[in-house]
């Protein structure tokens, strides 16, 4: 059995919860699935299927990856019709560059450690609700400004597992690594 697994920024819980209640009443109008707040991530750099068995060399790869931290701005909500989600987006000035370095950095580690990662620019999100009609969505302006924005402070980057439930998909944080730290022991670092 492989493990389906991606890395990703979280914002802190009560950052997640807030966005979730103050996107309520728009998911509600769209009838679309409300993510739950313990899924709110932004990827990283999606690795896909993993065997069990690779993954201390991806946790080496990640641990080699030192970064900054950072912030992000969610300041949109967007409907993106191919994949029908809702998400909040983050713009892409000078707050957003150095965790798009962290995902460019990443993608080169996991590659370099021989992985084949879903290569993609990064583009700051977080998906808020999905399966949205997109005749209810068509009814809505987009995009539509997210008032007050939400400014994500990145401390650390986390390797998430997915896994399908009767729900939708769910996440777990496998491990965590600090940004900023010179040393990161995987034995501390470790989640599970």
Not at 38 to 44: G, R, V
Not at 132 to 149: D, H, K, S
Request: hydrophobic fraction near 50%; glycine fraction near 4%; charged fraction near 20%.
């Amino acid at each position: 059995m492989t493990l389906r697994l991606f890395f990703a920024l979280q914002p802190a819980p009560d950052q997640g919860a807030a966005l979730v209640e103050r996107a309520a009443p728009l998911v509600a109008q769209l009838q679309a699935r409300r993510m739950p707040a313990e899924n709110l991530h932004a990827t990283l750099c999606f690795i896909g299927a993993v065997a069990p068995q690779d993954l201390d060399r991806l946790k080496s790869a990640a641990a080699a990856v030192h970064a900054q931290p950072a912030s992000l701005r969610f300041d949109t909500l967007e409907y993106w019709h191919k994949a029908r989600v809702l998400c909040a987006t983050a713009g892409g000035g000078e707050l957003a560059a150095p965790v798009r370095a962290l995902a460019e950095s990443l993608q080169a580690a996991v590659l370099e450690a021989g992985f084949a990662p879903d290569v993609k620019p990064f583009r700051a999100h977080l998906t808020l609700a999905r399966k949205v009609p997109a005749v209810r969505a068509a009814q809505c302006e987009w995009p539509q400004p997210l008032t007050p924005p939400l400014l994500m402070r990145c401390e650390n980057f986390v390797l998430m597992q997915s896994r399908r439930a009767e729900s939708g998909s769910m996440y777990s944080v496998v491990n965590s690594w600090p940004l900023d730290a010179d040393d990161r022991d995987l034995s501390t670092a470790n989640i599970q």
